[in-house]
């Protein structure tokens, strides 16, 4: 069985304490990840702290050349870590093959030419009186983008390469080092990360990454006091834990949280555009079996064609073939672990227990060993119930009739969370109109399809700050004035 090393410094450090991680299909254990202790990430941050000088004042162009020769690494490594992260995080061939890593290429390409874009901005002269401060004159001033420091990177299981270099290669293109945390459940091709980036040429301590089965790690990384900024990614529990913490010594904070998607059906819907709700609605089923933070899990429809919606969901679903995750031919693979699973299950029960109509699945599939959990359909739901305003993270959505735009746009609003939600309507003006009434960081007019460029984040319980295109550059910069006599 393979041993796992945190990697520190530039080095494989081997730790004294490892855990297991499984395969979510097989329930094998696939490799043992380091158990980090407290001296271990300590470690890491002097690391960080150390090399954060240095790589701070490296050239632009120098930062851009290792994160594009990252990408180029990480692309050409597919044939070993593809399998690996389709081992560790249970999705399926094709979404392995497709996203797990493709997408992580992506990200480090595009903040390679994020480094050089500019981080100064010019600000007009200005003409000041004198005053008892200082004389008078023209003053010219510019705006500048600074790297905050030493990052931590914490994220959430499902696409944890993706998740990573979401942060990192942003972080890293600013100027700042990083100690990356990846969750728990699927560390194994975090930490082989190291390794591809010294041989893009990025210099020892500049990037490290430690992992740990519990809270513990994280949480003490949350509290160093070598560290300047916390990036998480998780549920929206953790980030108010974390956010507490870090509030206590001032530490920058990017915080994407939960969410609970409503997508709208309005009454123009066309019998010939079902077919794209049902699509974009069943994609929490089909597309890694629903731990999607940005899945329409809420479906509210127009009563005018809501049986019709449910009816097309139902037949959808029905379709979906769960099972091995190799098999090119299945759909849905399982849930990550058998907590989650546990907790998607509790959910429906609670459901059930309240009256709402299971239209389909709701039942454990019958396939053993590995941690399934059906394509779930609950009609019917009342809003203020716990399935309709807690995030499950799993196959599941509810279907909520609406008579009115008022009633829609307050049933969607009506959760703690507003991180994405989608409107579907033949009028796109009048579904731009309702985007503008959503208390959400992302619409989707139409499609469920993501714009890499947008600002990604979440309103209210769902985040702060924002990750995407340039706006995530800027997440990892300080704004520091300058100002001149002229
Ligand atoms: P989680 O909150 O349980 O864990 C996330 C990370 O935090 C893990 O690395 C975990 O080890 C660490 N952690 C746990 N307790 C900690 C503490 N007290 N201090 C510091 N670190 C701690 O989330 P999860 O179960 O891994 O992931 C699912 C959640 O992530 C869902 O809520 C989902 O919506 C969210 N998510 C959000 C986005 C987004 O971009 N908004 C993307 C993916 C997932």
Request: aromatic fraction near 6%; include cysteine; charged fraction near 20%.
């Amino acid at each position: 069985m393979k041993r796992y090393a945190h990697w520190i410094n530039g080095r494989h450090q081997p730790a004294q304490d490892h855990y297991p991680v499984i395969n979510p299909a097989t329930e094998q254990v696939i490799g043992l990840a380091p158990e980090a202790a407290r001296d271990e990430v300590d470690a890491a941050v002097t690391a960080a702290r150390t090399a954060f000088e240095r790589w701070s004042r490296t050239a632009p162009r120098e930062r851009a050349a290792v994160l594009d020769r990252a990408a180029d690494l990480l692309a050409a490594r597919a044939k070993d870590l593809v399998p690996l992260l389709q081992a560790e995080t249970g999705a399926t061939m094709r979404v392995a093959a497709t996203m797990q890593l493709p997408t992580a290429v992506e990200r480090f390409r595009r903040y390679a030419r994020g480094a050089i874009e500019p981080d100064t901005i010019p600000l007009a002269p200005l003409p000041v009186k004198a005053s008892p401060l200082a004389a008078g004159g023209l003053l010219g001033a510019a705006a500048i983008r600074r790297p905050v420091g030493v990052v931590a990177c914490i994220t959430s299981y499902n696409f944890p390469v993706v998740n990573l270099a979401g942060k990192a290669a942003p972080a890293l293109a600013m100027g700042n080092t990083v100690v990356a945390k990846p969750a728990p459940q699927d560390p194994l091709a975090c930490l082989l990360l190291g390794d591809i980036l010294q041989q893009a040429g990025l210099p020892d301590g500049v990037f490290n990454v430690v992992t740990g089965s519990g809270a513990t790690a994280g949480e003490y990384l949350v509290g160093h006091r070598g560290v300047d900024m916390i990036s998480f990614t998780g549920s929206t529990s953790v980030g108010k834990a974390i956010a507490e913490s870090a509030g206590r010594s001032m530490k920058r904070t990017l915080m994407e949280l939960g969410g609970k998607g409503a997508a709208i059906v309005l009454d123009d819907v066309t019998d010939g555009a079902l077919k794209n709700v049902v699509g974009g609605v069943g994609s929490t089923w089909s597309f890694h079996c629903g731990q999607i933070c940005t899945a329409p899990t809420r479906v509210l429809v127009h009563r005018a064609l809501y049986e019709k919606v449910v009816t097309g969901l139902q037949r959808y679903a029905e379709t979906l073939t769960i099972g091995d995750p190799v098999d090119n031919s299945t759909i849905i693979g399982p849930l990550i672990s058998a907590a989650q699973r546990d907790r998607v299950e509790s959910h429906i029960a609670g459901a059930r227990d309240q009256g709402a109509r299971i239209v389909t699945g709701g039942t454990r599939p019958d396939l053993k060993p590995g941690f399934y959990a059906a394509p779930t359909l609950i009609a019917d739901v009342r809003p203020e119930t716990a399935v309709a305003q807690e995030e499950v993270f799993g196959p599941v959505v509810v279907a909520i009739p609406f008579d009115t735009e008022d009633e829609a746009v307050e049933i969607a609003n009506g959760t703690a969370y507003g991180l994405y939600d989608y409107v579907f309507s033949g009028d796109a003006g009048r579904a731009w109109r309702l985007a503008g009434r959503l208390r959400s960081g992302n619409v989707g007019i139409n499609t469920v399809q993501r714009h890499p460029e947008t600002p990604f984040g979440g309103f209210k319980e769902s985040g702060v700050g924002r990750d995407g295109g340039s706006f995530g550059l800027h997440a990892y910069s300080e704004l520091q004035s300058v100002v001149w006599p002229s």
